[in-house]
């Protein structure tokens, strides 16, 4: 893999909408999302509709299993995000050994550690997505080195049992002060037209659910993509 994600969704906005397309198993409010398919079939999928990177939730909140996360690390050349509640280094150095590219790491979690957490995730040669949900995450992240900083427009402590809305990203995309950093909106993203309010004021986006949910998450991705 030649490029990074962050320095994918840079190249990749000047011509389509980014969109890190999520392998999600299983989601609280819908369920089984992986119906019998292959894993394998859907990354190839959202690689042909032009994903700009994958997401893998690996946390067993949402059914994941680390030796997939490993397995699309292995079958893909786009960048691999790796979705967890991290709290210790020694995932960090897990998530590397899969061949991850990025890590999640949530501000609200980790608190004035985050920081540190994101020089660990450098140190094995990750990059770190910093997960925030409110203007107290944003001066937690902007203290740190993170390259990607994620706006959740769910609260993920209600674990889902929230609907998520755009109105997030709108209101603490412009809290942001710190120049340099990609900003993804993620969570919640179900039309097109939540994709371009969305973009209006980050510069790329995360779906797992509306992908998932499709009976041709290809052609799905493609109209996310291309719209
Ligand atoms: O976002 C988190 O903090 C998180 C951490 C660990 C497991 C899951 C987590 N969030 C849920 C997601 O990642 C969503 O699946 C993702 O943002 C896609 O959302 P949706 O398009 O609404 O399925």
Same mark, same amino acid.
């Given at each position: 893999?030649?490029?990074?994600?962050?320095?994918?969704?840079?190249?990749?906005?000047?011509?389509?909408?980014?969109?890190?397309?999520?392998?999600? +198993?299983?989601?609280?409010?819908?369920?089984?999302?992986?119906?019998?398919?292959?894993?394998?079939?859907?990354?190839?999928?959202?690689?042909?509709?032009?994903?700009?990177?994958?997401?893998?939730?690996?946390?067993?909140?949402?059914?994941?299993?680390?030796?997939?996360?490993?397995?699309? %690390?292995?079958?893909?050349?786009?960048?691999?995000?790796?979705? *967890?509640?991290?709290?210790?280094?020694?995932?960090?150095?897990?998530? /590397?050994?899969?061949?991850?590219?990025?890590?999640?790491?949530?501000?609200?979690?980790?608190?004035?550690? +985050?920081? @540190?957490?994101?020089?660990?995730?450098?140190?094995?040669?990750?990059? /770190?997505?910093?997960?925030?949900?409110? /203007?107290?995450?944003?001066?937690?992240?902007?203290?740190?080195?993170?390259?990607?900083?994620?706006?959740?427009?769910? *609260?993920?402590?209600?674990? @889902?049992?929230?609907?998520?809305?755009?109105?997030?990203?709108?209101?603490?995309?412009?809290?942001?002060?710190?120049?340099?950093?990609?900003?993804?909106?993620?969570?919640?993203?179900?039309?097109?037209?939540?994709?371009?309010? /969305?973009?209006? %004021?980050?510069?790329?986006?995360?779906?797992? +659910?509306?992908?998932?949910?499709?009976?041709?998450?290809?052609?799905?991705?493609?109209?996310?993509?291309?719209?």
């Amino acid at each position: 893999m030649d490029f990074g994600l962050a320095e994918r969704i840079e190249v990749y906005r000047e011509f389509v909408n980014p969109v890190i397309a999520e392998i999600k +198993t299983y989601s609280p409010i819908h369920g089984d999302l992986v119906r019998n398919r292959n894993v394998i079939d859907i990354l190839r999928a959202y690689e042909n509709a032009n994903a700009v990177g994958i997401s893998y939730i690996t946390a067993r909140e949402f059914k994941g299993d680390f030796e997939n996360l490993k397995l699309i %690390c292995k079958e893909t050349e786009l960048p691999v995000l790796r979705k *967890d509640f991290i709290l210790s280094k020694e995932e960090i150095e897990r998530t /590397a050994s899969a061949e991850a590219s990025a890590i999640l790491l949530i501000a609200r979690l980790l608190g004035h550690k +985050t920081a @540190e957490f994101v020089d660990l995730a450098h140190e094995s040669d990750l990059e /770190a997505l910093v997960e925030v949900h409110s /203007a107290e995450d944003i001066q937690i992240v902007e203290e740190s080195k993170a390259e990607i900083i994620g706006i959740n427009n769910r *609260d993920i402590m209600k674990l @889902e049992k929230d609907d998520g809305d755009v109105s997030v990203t709108e209101r603490l995309s412009g809290l942001i002060s710190v120049k340099g950093r990609i900003v993804v909106s993620a969570s919640g993203i179900r039309t097109l037209e939540d994709l371009k309010r /969305a973009l209006k %004021c980050a510069d790329a986006v995360l779906i797992g +659910t509306a992908l998932m949910m499709a009976d041709d998450p290809e052609s799905k991705l493609r109209s996310f993509v291309e719209g």
